[in-house]
């Protein structure tokens, strides 16, 4: 993966309701863009970690989100690597990702081991 792309783990459910309105807005798992301040995403080296914290005990269908940097950034939203609370460097975006800019959907779910699995 190149250093400019990153992952967003989401429910099928919320992008769904992003497809429909043409962005994606949501945080994290049930936090909105507007209540925290930007989307929370990770490198693929992160994901799983990740999903066992977001989602340990799901048994919904997810979704991971492929996105670009600098795709976002030359259209006006803001991407920052930061530091959270476990001493690790996260990518947040500040600002609601419009879909056409997501490069690919990927389908996931927790499986019974609470290990994030990838549908291929």
């Known amino acids: 993966m190149s250093q400019n792309l ?6 099928k459910r919320d992008w769904e309701k992003a497809l429909l309105v043409g962005r994606y807005e949501v945080s994290t798992n049930g ?4 209540e925290v301040g930007f989307i929370h995403g990770s ?6 970690e990740v999903a066992g ?10 979704v991971v989100l492929h996105l670009d940097t600098e795709k976002l950034e030359v259209n006006g939203i803001p991407v920052r690597v930061e530091m959270a609370s476990n001493g690790q460097k996260y990518p947040h975006v500040y600002g609601a990702i ?9 389908p996931a779910y927790m499986n019974t081991e609470g290990r994030l699995t990838l549908e291929t």
Do not use: Y
């Not at 056409?100 to 990927?106: G, N, Q, Y």
């Open 98 to 106: 419009p879909c056409a800019l997501v490069d690919k959907v990927v």
């Open 6 to 11: 990153f992952l967003h783990l989401t429910t």
């Open 43 to 48: 490198f693929a080296d992160q994901l799983q």
């Open 53 to 62: 914290f977001v989602f340990a005990g799901s048994t919904e269908d997810l």
């Open 31 to 34: 936090k909105t863009l507007a």
